[in-house]
């Protein structure tokens, strides 16, 4: 398969009900590219049921040990049915990969979703990952380790009545010249190459030779056509600016280089990319 294209997209699942969404996404990427989709369905271990640090008479911690294996086979049970009822609405063939055709596998991991994200995802084209729920505080360490620790790129999915077939047909670029932005263009050149527009966001302040301009004429030597559109960055935060452009352009993906500083450091203080994180109401590509 060309390089220029996505051939593993993962996406982890636990059940909290929000994996539907984001496998709309992956499924319309995975269609584009003729890519396969790793559902990877994550469900705690044994131990990680019992009480810490209380010590259990054997009998209890047998009868723990059974319920939980008999709710592991019903929940996979009806899992594998509402998966196999979305990928056939998505369109995806239930197979393993066959070159040029969109095929998806759910895979069960026992252990935690980070855990998973570890596992499979360092061997993805793209992590897909539903945006973090503050209010039911939920997956933000999911965001962060598939950011951190997987060195791959990672498209979160904010929820949405119904994903457009051409969401990803018009890219945004948030350039400003940084190892991590850098890092954005080349891990998520399969998106960029594949897009019908790409519009470079910059405010023009690079801190150094790699400008805009120059990104621009990157691209072209790949034969990838782009357009540049500079803003004024204003007092206050630079990432909502990014979305607000994004959207005047009319484009469906906005790709970043992500948390300059430390995750902890941007979430405690707002800094860009957590307001990007925070207030985004369409796909991210970011990558660290």
């Given at each position: 398969?060309?390089?220029?294209?996505?051939?593993?997209?993962?996406?982890?699942?636990?059940?909290?009900?929000?994996?539907?969404?984001?496998?709309?996404?992956?499924?319309?990427?995975?269609?584009?590219?003729?890519?396969?989709?790793?559902?990877?369905?994550?469900?705690?271990?044994?131990?990680?049921?019992?009480?810490?640090?209380?010590?259990?008479?054997?009998?209890?911690?047998?009868?723990?040990?059974?319920?939980?294996?008999?709710?592991?086979?019903?929940?996979?049970?009806?899992?594998?049915?509402?998966?196999?009822?979305?990928?056939?609405?998505?369109?995806?063939?239930?197979?393993?990969?066959?070159?040029?055709?969109?095929?998806?596998?759910?895979?069960?991991?026992?252990?935690?979703?980070?855990?998973?994200?570890?596992?499979?995802?360092?061997?993805?084209?793209?992590?897909?990952?539903?945006?973090?729920?503050?209010?039911?505080?939920?997956?933000?360490?999911?965001?962060?380790?598939?950011?951190?620790?997987?060195?791959?790129?990672?498209?979160?999915?904010?929820?949405?009545?119904?994903?457009?077939?051409?969401?990803a047909d018009h890219v945004t670029i948030g350039w400003n010249g940084s190892i991590e932005a850098s890092r954005a263009v080349a891990m998520s050149m399969p998106?960029?190459?594949?897009?019908?527009?790409?519009?470079?966001?910059?405010?023009?302040a690079t801190g150094h030779d790699a400008t805009p301009e120059q990104l621009q004429r990157?691209?072209?030597?790949?034969?990838?056509?782009?357009?540049?559109?500079?803003?004024?960055?204003?007092?206050?935060?630079?990432?909502?600016?990014?979305?607000?452009?994004?959207?005047?352009?009319?484009?469906?993906?906005?790709?970043?280089?992500?948390?300059?500083?430390?995750?902890?450091?941007?979430?405690?203080?707002?800094?860009?990319?957590?307001?990007?994180?925070?207030?985004?109401?369409?796909?991210?590509?970011?990558?660290?």
């Open positions: 398969m060309s390089v220029s294209k996505l051939h593993t997209i993962m996406l982890p699942v636990r059940d909290d009900g929000k994996g539907d969404n984001v496998l709309a996404h992956a499924a319309i990427l995975a269609k584009r590219d003729g890519a396969r989709v790793r559902v990877v369905h994550c469900h705690p271990k044994t131990d990680d049921l019992m009480p810490f640090g209380v010590a259990l008479p054997k009998i209890v911690r047998e009868q723990i040990e059974k319920a939980a294996a008999q709710n592991v086979d019903v929940n996979r049970e009806r899992l594998l049915e509402e998966f196999r009822g979305l990928i056939r609405l998505f369109g995806l063939a239930e197979q393993d990969y066959e070159p040029g055709k969109a095929t998806s596998r759910l895979i069960e991991y026992e252990g935690k979703q980070v855990d998973a994200v570890r596992h499979y995802g360092r061997l993805a084209d793209l992590i897909c990952v539903p945006q973090p729920d503050p209010k039911m505080d939920l997956g933000s360490q999911t965001l962060k380790t598939a950011l951190f620790s997987s060195g791959r790129p990672v498209m979160m999915c904010p929820p949405q009545d119904s994903v457009a077939d051409d969401f998106l960029i190459a594949s897009a019908k527009s790409v519009t470079i966001l910059s405010t023009g990157y691209l072209e030597l790949r034969e990838i056509e782009s357009v540049t559109r500079k803003f004024t960055a204003r007092t206050g935060n630079v990432g909502e600016q990014l979305l607000a452009e994004t959207r005047d352009a009319g484009a469906g993906i906005l790709i970043m280089g992500a948390y300059h500083e430390s995750y902890e450091r941007e979430s405690l203080f707002g800094g860009n990319s957590q307001a990007v994180v925070q207030k985004a109401d369409f796909p991210i590509i970011m990558v660290h």
